[in-house]
T-cell receptor
Framework: GESVGLHLPTLSVQEGDNSIINCAYS??????FIWYKQESGKGPQFIID?????DKRQGQRVTVLLNKTVKHLSLQIAATQPGDSAVYFC????????????FGQGTELSVKP | ETGVTQTPRHLVMGMTNKKSLKCEQH?????MYWYKQSAKKPLELMFV???????ENNSVPSRFSPECPNSSHLFLHLHTLQPEDSALYLC????????????FGQGTRLTVV
């Protein structure tokens, strides 16, 4: 069935380094993907999204890469800061509606000072 | 502050109790959603409402009963829950069309004893 998953449950990086968080999805018909950040005690917060007709999109310190050939999505965070510590989820838009999302398992990012 | 407010933030209830979770959005959106987030599991979509009408129920047990009196308010009525229903319940809103960013509330942490 449809699923969106992440490769690693935890990731620890040094402050200032770049972080790469990966996600694999199974539904080749998906056309919209989103990365969310969830800090402790808070709901998921939108970071960046990408449509399937793109392979790269950049935001402020973040870049999302989409490889449709191998159904792989990644989030790159440049110059990781302590405030980036959180759980990161990739999500797939289900049924062409903004809030109907299939979430992956999540990767917990820890930033060491 | 995401524009989506959930109350209460924490709730402890017995298996014979009846309680309700409330969600309110001030974003002018016409779609609202309930998600469940259990420990170590991805967010799971429970219910979808578009223009106050329920359009999706993802096989949620009847002990969870949603209500959407208007486009700004969403409730989740709870009765005779089980301990395995303990989780973080998240409300989200968006515009109904695809690629519309979904905004999440901070969630209600529910513990069933």
């Amino acid at each position: 069935g449809e699923s969106v998953g992440l490769h690693l449950p935890t990731l620890s990086v040094q402050e200032g380094d770049n972080s790469i968080i990966n996600c694999a999805y199974s539904n080749s018909a998906s056309d919209y993907f989103i990365w969310y950040k969830q800090e402790s005690g808070k709901g998921p917060q939108f970071i960046i999204d990408i449509r399937s007709n793109m392979d790269k999109r950049q935001g402020q310190r973040v870049t999302v890469l989409l490889n449709k050939t191998v159904k792989h999505l990644s989030l790159q965070i440049a110059a990781t800061q302590p405030g980036d510590s959180a759980v990161y989820f990739c999500a797939e838009n289900k049924g062409n509606q903004g809030g109907k999302l299939i979430f992956g398992q999540g990767t917990e990012l820890s930033v060491k000072p | 502050e995401t524009g989506v407010t959930q109350t209460p933030r924490h709730l402890v209830m017995g298996m014979t109790n009846k309680k309700s979770l409330k969600c309110e959005q001030h974003l002018g959106h016409n779609a609202m959603y309930w998600y469940k987030q259990s420990a170590k599991k991805p967010l799971e979509l429970m219910f979808v409402y578009n223009f106050k009408e329920q359009t999706e129920n993802n096989s949620v047990p009847s002990r969870f009963s949603p209500e959407c009196p208007n486009s700004s308010h969403l409730f989740l009525h709870l009765h005779t829950l089980q301990p395995e229903d303990s989780a973080l319940y998240l409300c989200a809103s968006s515009q109904p069309q695809g690629s519309s960013e979904a905004f999440f509330g901070q969630g209600t942490r529910l513990t069933v004893v």
